[in-house]
């Protein structure tokens, strides 16, 4: 269906509440969305020069046909938008995912000897489920813990098939295990050790350390002083870890969530921290890339907490949200119980929002592959600069010369922000003169642009970098529109300890870089990677001269004697300073004396 007839169809919607499904050629459903008037939303998509970003207009250019399913109120509809998205996992919408797997812990109760595991989602099977917690290296963490608290084993041995076979491993000896491996097991020994476990699990701490207490001193009184100090061992052991604050552990259900948010180009991350009882108490991370919603942070809120069977009283949000009260219905008819969202919060509560925003962007940043940090550099890179698109060929270029002497040019390329040194091109420059560098600088891009469809350069850039300011740049852009070629030019300007400060227009506009340190360090190593190449190509050449110079032109002297005494002396310096007869040792006496002679005349 074309543009026009959805529009057609869009202009003949109801002015009602509802939810919309856009479908791409196959009757995939790309996008979900929800509206107050279904006809001025949905015909917002098809009206032309409607300023839509180049996310929406790429997801408009894929709809073929849309579906609406009208309903009686907002908060219908954001229920049902809420069920489609779940339904229908359209690829337009931000999909929340995991940063990490197994984020819930499995106790095996069902056995006689439980043990601690790792799984992805709960099952039917019996078995025990905490969490979800943070991911594999929190969910490690928190077994880790309860497992040294009351010296469970966390070995690879399965009891009681294993219990005898061989001897205890190291935690045994270093007491970190109660050593269930030994003969005779003791069942019921392990067996209550797993019931504290649960109860820790579940945050009752209280009644963990009271039975604790109570077996020791039974055990005290008994005469079973080994018994008692082992009890006495553990119950420290609990004390230390019910007082210290669980940056891992969730224990329970949480007085409030915290919730951070951070939105970025490649990747976007909600953290939720929960707390209990004034203490950090656990996290939970959720990443996924831009949608098309208006409001991600919104949409990100709703679909965490609609797949969760327990939602705390209060959640601390970063900033207001879109039906902020329709949302807190929503979750509090999931809940079962009331829900309110607050934002704006001060003090301690403020405290806890700002850290986990803190959290929500280092896991955006963490989760971020190589390419899609790239990637953003590069969108960032093209807003600056106002670009069409992302400049993924960079060349950059560099004149060095000696107070007028040997000028040569370099030219770097880098391609997604990386350079590509095989692409690397040097100039002799043949026609400026006396230092002249806006005239090495024209000469230089014009043999650059004489071999534009040249192959054997690669792909066209999409950038050209000039190190220097206005000058050089209004030279570069002269020959460019000359040549009628039209690819954005700036100059690198640097401050006075010769660091790159800015970007340059041939108009003689700046353009800051200290805004964006990743832009920053990457127009600085663009510029200090060509002046480096300039400056290597043109010490070569001065090399070259000097030895050219001193040697060359001498009877008797061609490229094998003058190779002998250059290995000899290891310099033209100590070839000039020494006598007849050292030269003699390296070259023939009649040439010796030549060389002698042309420098001691």
């Excluded at 040697?551 to 190779?563: F, N, S, T």
Aim: aromatic share 8%; with cysteine.
């Amino acid at each position: 269906m074309n543009t026009d007839a959805l529009r057609e169809k869009a202009n003949r919607l109801p002015m009602q509440p509802g939810v919309y499904l856009m479908k791409d050629e196959t009757g995939t459903v790309i996008y979900v969305g929800k509206a107050k008037s279904l006809k001025n939303r949905v015909s917002q998509y098809f009206r032309s020069g409607s300023g839509h970003s180049e996310k929406t207009r790429r997801m408009v250019s894929k709809v073929d046909d849309f579906d609406v399913i009208a309903v009686r109120t907002e908060f219908e509809a954001l229920v049902l938008e809420n069920a489609q998205i779940k339904r229908h996992m359209p690829r337009y919408n931000i999909l929340l995912k995991d940063d990490k797997g197994y984020p819930y812990l499995r106790l095996s109760v069902q056995e006689e000897y439980p043990r601690f595991s790792m799984v992805r989602v709960p099952a039917d099977d019996g078995a025990r489920y905490f969490g979800p917690f943070g991911g594999r290296t929190e969910t490690r963490a928190v077994i880790d813990a309860v497992c040294a608290a009351l010296k469970l084993p966390t070995c690879s041995r399965r009891f009681p098939r294993e219990i005898g076979r061989e001897r205890p491993c190291l935690n045994y000896h270093m007491g970190l295990c109660d050593g269930y491996c030994l003969p005779p097991g003791e069942p019921e020994r392990y067996r209550a050790a797993v019931d504290h476990a649960v109860l820790l699990l579940e945050g009752r701490h209280d009644e963990v350390t009271a039975n604790l207490r109570q077996e020791m001193e039974a055990a005290a009184e008994d005469l079973r002083f080994e018994r008692a100090a082992e009890l006495r061992d553990r119950l420290r052991a609990v004390e230390t870890l019910s007082r210290r604050q669980q940056n891992v552990v969730a224990f329970g259900g949480s007085d409030l969530d915290a919730v951070g948010y951070f939105e970025g180009e490649p990747r976007c991350c909600l953290a939720v921290l929960h707390y209990r009882d004034g203490e950090l108490a656990g996290r939970e991370i959720r990443l996924f890339r831009p949608g098309e919603e208006e409001d991600l942070l919104s949409a990100a809120v709703r679909q965490f907490y609609g797949e969760r069977e327990s939602i705390p009283r209060e959640i601390l949000l970063p900033r207001a949200i879109d039906s902020m009260d329709l949302v807190a219905q929503f979750l509090s008819e999931q809940a079962g119980h009331p829900v309110r969202l607050a934002s704006g919060v001060r003090g301690n509560r403020r405290a806890y929002v700002v850290l986990a925003g803190r959290n929500a962007e280092e896991e955006a940043e963490r989760a971020a592959t190589r390419e899609e940090k790239t990637s953003a550099l590069l969108f960032s890179l093209q807003k600056l600069l106002d670009m069409e698109r992302p400049p993924v060929r960079i060349e950059a270029f560099d004149i060095s010369h000696t107070a007028g002497q040997d000028p040569v040019a370099s030219m770097t390329v880098f391609e997604n922000a990386r350079p590509r040194r095989s692409a690397y091109r040097r100039y002799q420059i043949k026609t400026a003169e006396g230092g002249d560098d806006y005239g090495a600088m024209k000469e230089v891009l014009t043999r650059r642009l004489r071999r534009w469809e040249d192959a054997s350069f690669g792909n066209k850039p999409d950038l050209f970098l000039i190190d220097g300011g206005q000058g050089q740049t209004a030279a570069v852009l002269q020959i460019l529109q000359q040549m009628q070629i039209f690819v954005p030019v700036y100059g690198m300007v640097k401050d006075d300890r010769h660091r790159t400060r800015a970007l340059v227009t041939a108009a003689g506009r700046e353009i800051g870089l200290t805004g964006s340190p990743a832009l920053f360090a990457l127009i600085g190593r663009i510029q200090e990677e060509t002046h480096r190449f300039a400056i290597t190509y043109h010490r070569e050449r001065q090399s070259k001269q000097m030895k050219k110079s001193a040697l060359d032109g001498i009877p008797g002297v061609g490229p094998a004697r003058k190779a002998a005494l250059l290995k000899a002396f290891g310099s033209v310096k100590a070839i000039k300073a020494a006598g007849r007869e050292e030269l003699a040792k390296a070259v023939p006496a009649n040439v010796a004396e030549n060389v002698y002679t042309a420098f001691h005349k």
